[in-house]
C-alpha cells in the first residue's frame, strides 16, 4: 500500500537535508523524486524518509515561490541572507536603515505623502522621520538627547531618493533586512586578468607544491616553467609566466586545513587540525584512567650543585652518577573522571619498572609524600583502578605491564598512533603544568630546540631531583585540585570538587586489594627456605605457616613484595596450592620502602672505605694473634738446621731465608 504524504511538498521545492540541497522534481509511487543541486544526482527518498526529518527537525522545506525569493536575495546580496553575517559596523549601518524604512512606513500608514523631496534634508518630513525612527530604536541614538525639537542627527542619514531606495528594496525582497547592508564586498574586478595557460601553470605549480617533502615555492616555480607545455598559439601571445609572488598569493588563499593536508599528510593534519573530543568518558573516580610519561623540559642535579669531572668515555658507566646534570622522565596516572592525578613518578628512564610503581602509587595513600614534602591538603585517596588507556610507549606497551594491569583487574585499552584526541587529558596536563611550573624554575630547557636562544640551561641547573619532585608533588596537592577547569564535562568546577560530586552521585570509591598489589605490581625474587624463614633483598622474614611448609627442609619459593609496603610478602612455591604470608622479622625496616631499606644497607657498606680498610688490618691482626696465643696448631716450621733445630736444608731455602720468613733476625 502507498503511504499518503502528510506534509504538502509541491513539485519545485527545495529540502535541505543532511546539508544539501535536493531540488523535488515530483512525488513518485516510491516517494519523492529530487536531484541534489549540488551533484546533480537523481535520487528517490521515501515519504516515511522525509516526513520523518520534518517531524525531528533535521529537514528545512521551501516551497518553490520561497526557494525563487531566496535564490534572488542571494543573488542580489553575494550569498548573504542573513545580519549576522556581515561584521558589526556593517550591521549597525543596516539597523539603522531599517529604522528608517519602519519609520516611513509608519509615516504613510498615518496619512503622509512621502516623496523623495520630503525625506531630504530640509525636507518637510524630514524632522518627523527621524524623531519616528529613533521612537523605534532608541538604542540606536539618532538624535542628541533634549533636541526633540529640532531634531540633531548624531551620524549622516541618507538623502530621500536613497531612503526612497532602501524602502523599494526591503519590500521587493519580502522585508529581509539584509538587503539595507552595504555591498562593498562585491566591489572591484571579479574575472581573472590571466590567460587560460597562465591559470594551468599555476595549478600545474601549486598541485606539486602541495607536497609532503614541503617543496620552497621560489624554486619550484623556476623549475616548473622549465618543463610546462604551452601550445606553438599560446608561446605566440608572447606572455610571461606568472610571478613568484602572484602563486605566492595564491598558495595564501588555500585554507590552513587544505594546506595541512597536501604538505603534511593526513595523520598530522588530523592531529593539527581535527576537532577536538566532545565526549564525556568518565563519571565514577577511577572508572577510567590516563597515563603517559613526559621528558621534563628541565635539567636537574643529584645534589642540587653543578660539578664537573674528566671522564673516560671507555670506562664510564651506563648508569648517570648522583651529581650529573640530566633530564628526568615524569610519570603521571590521570584520573578521567576528575581530571586529578593519582600517581606521579621521576626517574631516569622510562621503562616497565617505573609503569608499576606509578601503578602501585595510585593504589596506595599517598600520606608520606604529603609529610616528606610539606603538602598542606590531602592527596587523592587510593583507588582500584578501571580502564587504562595510554600510548604505544615502551613504557606502558610491553608484557609486563599488560600482565600486572590484567591480573589487578583492569581493562587494557591501547590509544592509536598520532591520535592526540585518543587521550587528551594527560598531554594537555603536561603542558599546564610545564607553563605553571618548570616555566619558572632554573634549568628550563624551553618547549622545543632553539626556543631559548640567549640561554644556557645546563649551567643553570639548580633543582635536585628530590627538590623538583617536592615541587612537582605540592603542585598536585595543593595546586592542580583547587584550580578550576573548563575541559569536556568539567564546565568550570574542580578536580576536587569533581571527586565530591562523583562520591555524591556514584558511590564510595572501590577499594584496592593489598594482596594483588604484591603479585601483580610488586617485585618477585627467588628464595630458598631455612630455618629463620626466608630473605628478600638481605631482609628477613618468616611465619609459622612457611616454617610448616618448609618442614626443616630447604625449599626454593617465590617471594611477592610489594616494594611500598615491607610488612607482609606472599610467597608460591611449585606444587603449593595457597599462597603463603610471611611477616617482616626486622623492625628497623617497618616504617620503610625497599628503595630506603636498600639505601639504608649500601649507606652503612659504602660509609668511610679507609676506615673500613683499616678496621680488616686490624680485624686480621687480632684474630691471627687469637689463634697462635690458644697453641692449638703445632709449629710447621722445620728446625733440623744449625741455627734451627732440625733444619738440614732439605727445605730448599737457607738459614737466613727461612729466619726472614719466621720474623726472627739472622
Known amino acids: 500500500m502507498t503511504q499518503q504524504p502528510l506534509f504538502d511538498i509541491p513539485k519545485g521545492s527545495v529540502l535541505e537535508l543532511d ?43 521551501l516551497e518553490p515561490a520561497d526557494a525563487e525569493r531566496r535564490k534572488a536575495l542571494l543573488e542580489f546580496t553575494g550569498g548573504y541572507h542573513r545580519l549576522e553575517q556581515f561584521s558589526a559596523p556593517v550591521r549597525l549601518e543596516a539597523q539603522r536603515r531599517l529604522a528608517l524604512v519602519l519609520a516611513m512606513d509608519e509615516l504613510a500608514a498615518n496619512g503622509y505623502k512621502i516623496t523623495q523631496r520630503s525625506m531630504s534634508t530640509h525636507g518637510e518630513h524630514r524632522n518627523a522621520l527621524i524623531l519616528r525612527a529613533n521612537k523605534i ?36 525582497y519580502g522585508g529581509n533586512p539584509v538587503v539595507l547592508a552595504d555591498r562593498e564586498h562585491l566591489k572591484g574586478y571579479r574575472t581573472s586578468r590571466l590567460v587560460p595557460w597562465q591559470e594551468r601553470f599555476i595549478d600545474f605549480a601549486l598541485n606539486h607544491w602541495q607536497d609532503k617533502r614541503k617543496p620552497q615555492l621560489a624554486p619550484l616555480v623556476r623549475d616548473a616553467a622549465k618543463v610546462f607545455h604551452r601550445t606553438a598559439a599560446e608561446m605566440a601571445q608572447c606572455i610571461n609566466f606568472p610571478s613568484v609572488t602572484t602563486l605566492r598569493q595564491r598558495a595564501k588563499a588555500f585554507s590552513d586545513v587544505a594546506t595541512e593536508f597536501g604538505r603534511g599528510g593526513k595523520r598530522q593534519a588530523t592531529n593539527k587540525k581535527g576537532a577536538g573530543s566532545t565526549d564525556v568518558r568518565a563519571l565514577r573516580y577511577g572508572e577510567k584512567f590516563e597515563w603517559d610519561q613526559v621528558y621534563l623540559s628541565i635539567f636537574t642535579n643529584g645534589s642540587g650543585v653543578v660539578q664537573a669531572e674528566p671522564i673516560d668515555p671507555d670506562d664510564v658507566p651506563k648508569k648517570l652518577a648522583d651529581n650529573e646534570i640530566r633530564r628526568c622522565w615524569l ?107 618548570l616555566n619558572f624554575l632554573p634549568g628550563y630547557t624551553g618547549s622545543y630546540p632553539g626556543e631559548l636562544t640567549g640561554y644556557n640551561p645546563k649551567p643553570s641547573a639548580e633543582v635536585s631531583h628530590d627538590q623538583l619532585m617536592g615541587v612537582i608533588t605540592r603542585y598536585l596537592v595543593d595546586e592542580y585540585p583547587f584550580q578550576p577547569h573548563y575541559g569536556t564535562g568539567m564546565f568550570g568546577a574542580t578536580p576536587r570538587q569533581k571527586r565530591e560530586e562523583a562520591l555524591k552521585r556514584y558511590g564510595r570509591i572501590k577499594s584496592p586489594s593489598q594482596h594483588e598489589r604484591c603479585l601483580y605490581l610488586g617485585t618477585k625474587i627467588r628464595a630458598s ?92 691482626e687480632a684474630k691471627t694473634r687469637r689463634v697462635r696465643d690458644s697453641c692449638y696448631f703445632k709449629d710447621s716450621r722445620d728446625w733440623s738446621c744449625p741455627r734451627f733445630s732440625g733444619h738440614s736444608g732439605g727445605c730448599g731455602l737457607s738459614c737466613d731465608e727461612l729466619a726472614r720468613r719466621t720474623h726472627l733476625q739472622p
Open 19 to 61: 546539508g544539501q540541497e535536493l531540488l523535488v522534481t515530483g512525488l513518485e509511487r516510491a516517494g519523492y523524486a529530487v536531484e541534489c543541486q549540488d551533484t546533480g544526482e537523481c535520487l528517490t527518498l521515501s515519504v516515511a524518509r522525509i516526513e520523518a526529518a520534518i517531524r525531528g527537525r533535521d529537514c528545512e522545506v
Open 137 to 172: 530604536a532608541p538604542q540606536l541614538k539618532f538624535i542628541k538627547k533634549g533636541s526633540e525639537k529640532k531634531p540633531k542627527p548624531l551620524f549622516p542619514i541618507a538623502e530621500g531618493r536613497t531612503l526612497a531606495k532602501f524602502r523599494d528594496l526591503y519590500h521587493r
Open 331 to 437: 610519570h603521571v596516572i590521570l584520573d578521567v573522571a576528575t581530571r586529578e592525578a593519582l600517581g606521579w613518578v621521576i626517574s631516569e628512564t622510562a621503562d616497565s619498572d617505573h609503569s608499576l610503581a606509578l601503578l602501585r602509587m595510585a593504589t596506595r595513600d599517598k600520606t608520606k609524600e604529603k609529610v616528606r614534602y610539606g603538602c598542606k591538603e590531602d592527596p587523592a585517596p587510593p583507588v582500584r583502578l578501571g580502564l587504562g588507556l595510554a600510548d604505544n610507549g615502551s613504557a606502558t606497551r610491553n608484557g609486563r605491564v599488560y600482565a600486572a594491569q590484567l591480573g589487578m583487574g583492569m581493562t587494557v585499552m591501547t590509544g592509536r598512533a598520532y591520535h592526540a584526541t585518543d587521550k587528551p587529558y594527560i598531554e594537555r596536563f603536561f603542558g599546564t603544568m610545564q607553563g605553571q611550573i
Open 529 to 620: 627456605t631455612t630455618s629463620e624463614g626466608v630473605k628478600a633483598f638481605n631482609i628477613p622474614f618468616n611465619s609459622s605457616e612457611l616454617q610448616k611448609f618448609a618442614d626443616g627442609k630447604s625449599k626454593s619459593v617465590t617471594i611477592h613484595l610489594d616494594p611500598d609496603d615491607l610488612r607482609t610478602v606472599l610467597i608460591t612455591a611449585e606444587g603449593l596450592e595457597a599462597v603463603l604470608e610471611a611477616q617482616l622479622r626486622m623492625t628497623l625496616f617497618k616504617d620503610q620502602t625497599l628503595e630506603e631499606a636498600i639505601e639504608l644497607m649500601e649507606a652503612a657498606t659504602k660509609a668511610n672505605p679507609k676506615l673500613r680498610a683499616l678496621h680488616r688490618e686490624q680485624l686480621e
